[in-house]
């Protein structure tokens, strides 16, 4: 799209990715990457998804998060604690209703609620949410704000569900938001790339790792900290 000159754009406004994703202002959320989303024998198998997606991209989401922390990009770890005692009679109402039943999923303590593969690091915060938002009574806002955080690159799973649902909370907060496409993944790539279509129309930017890293490098090459 081509601006006419007439029109000013604000001095703080964020246009390219390199901009966005600066480490100086940006955060990782990593969502939702726990047994019972991503592992054999977890709720979303026992429910029909498709985990071949969500096994191929965790390698990625790994390398990722290993060069975020090269670059000093804060990781913040979002995970699920649906405990019973949570659970409204409308979400309990959403399981009946399409699974005949209602489901523990991630309860506290549990095999189902441990981080699968990926794990924070000693200092990296960790979010636990009782709704689908990464923000939905959650300190979440208040992390970020403390750390003058203006682009949050959100990663995990399900696309279309927790990770789409914090996409479009952090926009509605003024966020810059950057979803990677290569390391979010979902009960299949059907609803996984209308999520990713949906956000790119309406709420942030599609990317993909390497393109991230690629702009976390650049300005290290620039003043000779990458040969």
């Known amino acids: 799209m081509t601006l006419s000159p007439a029109v000013k754009l604000p001095d703080d406004m964020l246009l390219t990715l390199r901009q966005k994703v600066d480490p100086g202002h940006t955060a990782v959320l990593v969502i939702d990457v726990q047994n019972d989303f991503c592992a054999p024998g977890g709720y ?3 429910t029909g998804a498709e985990l071949a997606g969500i096994g191929e991209m965790i390698p990625r989401l790994e390398r990722f998060l290993s060069n975020a922390r090269v670059a000093a990009v804060p990781v913040i770890f979002v995970a699920a604690g649906y405990d019973a005692e949570y659970q409204s009679s409308v979400q309990r109402e959403r399981h009946l209703r399409r699974f005949g039943r209602v489901f523990p999923v991630c309860p506290s303590g549990t095999w189902g609620a441990e981080f699968f593969v990926v794990h924070p690091k000693p200092a990296e915060p960790v979010i636990v949410k009782r709704r689908y938002s990464a ?10 704000r403390s750390r003058a955080i203006r682009t949050l690159v959100l990663a995990g799973v399900a696309t279309n569900v927790c990770v789409e649902t914090a996409a479009r909370d952090a926009y509605m907060r003024d966020y810059y938001v950057v979803i990677l496409g290569d390391c979010t993944a979902a009960r299949n790539d059907q609803v996984h790339r209308s999520a990713l279509a949906n956000v790119e129309a309406n709420f942030g930017v599609v990317s993909t790792a390497e393109a991230l890293v690629s702009a976390w490098e650049s300005p290290m090459r620039a003043c000779g900290a990458v040969s």
Do not use: E, N
Not at 135 to 144: E, R, V
């Open 44 to 46: 979303y198998d026992r």
């Open 135 to 144: 923000f939905h009574g959650t300190d979440l806002d208040l992390l970020l």
